[in-house]
């Protein structure tokens, strides 16, 4: 089967009109971020801030539109709203707090207390396995836990939680999926699993805004993000777009992942985002049958580098087949074993985390290119 071209995509995109201007996508130049990849169509839709959500119709058309075209595999279309400088998104309004238990809600989410990052400055480290255990871990200790998935080209937390199924809107707000006692989002609940993810910046951008900003989180203490990994453009987009209380970095023992996980650590701290502090997961690995114990990828080398920069060291969390079978079973080690010795370890960072944040605010700083 053929597959379509872009000039096809923009002839469908053409048909569609927006109903307030009487004008199609195409010749109103609302088209922005078109990727065409192997029957794969990604774009985004520019709207006026004031009319935000109420453009979702819209969006749906577009997407239908192009949809229909032979040789489409996949489509995703997101809208965008670009606003004058000093202005902030609309934020979806939070439900009424629980009766006798206030929080600080961050200035552009409301209802949404303190906000950390799980990061780190290359993929393969075992980031997102981390942050779904701490997130997991802090819900444990009596927090109320959001964990957004900001890995827009590889999202994993879906299959970490065993979640499915494409979360509930009234076509204003999408309402986070519950699992285990935490709130989710992630763009892997909105795509097929397989789907690859063939968007420009813009789109990448676009769809953070929206996880941020137009789900229904209710009343949360903490949200964690998995965020990408890398310093790249998303993630200038969350410390720019979040009001980070801070981070933690993620690393395996090794060298060669220590030099990535010092990027990501400068790139936090040239934000001013807060060090919450280092992990170094695939610590050491302890044979089950004879207890050899063997250090993989080396060991200690993060702790080594918290104590040469300055920001605490969090904890060692071992390359055991119980994480990675839980991981893939869709319940993490601190549900599925939270009497365990992993799952003791994760607590311990979560609480380490817990009174690194007691008191902490931070407004999201200006990033300001020279």
């Known amino acids: 089967m053929a597959r379509v071209t872009e000039d096809e995509v923009r002839s469908a995109l053409s048909a569609v009109i927006d109903q307030d201007t009487g004008q199609n996508l195409i010749d109103s130049n609302m088209i922005s971020g078109l990727v065409v990849k192997d029957g794969n169509v990604g774009f985004a839709i520019e709207v006026d801030p004031k009319a935000g959500a109420a453009k979702e119709p819209l969006r749906q058309a577009a997407e239908a539109a192009v949809n229909a075209l032979s040789g ?165 987009t969350l410390t720019q777009r979040a009001p980070l209380a801070g981070a933690v970095i993620v690393s395996t023992p090794q060298d060669l992942s220590l030099i990535d996980a010092r990027k990501g650590l400068n790139m936090f701290k040239k934000v001013d985002v807060p060090i919450l502090g280092i992990v170094e997961n695939m610590s050491y690995f302890v044979c089950g049958n004879c207890g050899h114990r063997t250090d993989v990828f080396s060991h200690g080398g993060a702790r080594n580098e918290a104590e040469k920069l300055g920001v605490p060291f969090l904890g060692d969390i071992p390359l055991d087949i119980a994480i990675r079978e839980s991981s893939d079973d869709g319940k993490p080690i601190v549900v599925a074993e939270p009497d365990g010795v992993h799952a003791k370890a994760y607590q311990a960072i979560a609480q380490s985390v817990l009174d690194q944040l007691a008191g902490s605010t931070r407004q999201a700083p200006r990033i300001v290119m020279q």
């Open 72 to 236: 489409v595999l996949s489509v995703t279309a997101v809208l965008t709203a670009h606003q004058a400088a000093g202005n902030t998104a609309q934020a979806p309004q939070s439900a009424p707090k629980p009766a006798g238990r206030e929080q600080a809600s961050s200035p552009d989410i409301p209802g949404v207390g303190t906000i950390i990052a799980v990061a780190s400055g290359k993929g393969g480290v075992g980031k997102s396995t981390t942050a779904a255990n701490l997130a997991l871990a802090l819900a444990a200790l009596g927090q109320r836990v959001a964990l957004l998935d900001a890995d827009i080209y590889g999202p994993s937390v879906p299959r970490l939680l065993a979640l499915k199924g494409k979360p509930e809107t009234d076509g204003n707000q999408l309402w986070p999926k519950e699992q285990y006692g935490i709130k989710c989002m992630s763009i892997g609940l909105l795509i097929e699993e397989d789907t690859p993810m063939v968007w420009r910046g813009p789109m990448v951008q676009s769809a953070l805004e929206q996880m941020l900003r137009q789900v229904a989180w209710g009343e949360i203490d903490v949200m964690v993000i998995d965020m990408p990994p890398g310093t790249g453009d998303a993630q200038l």
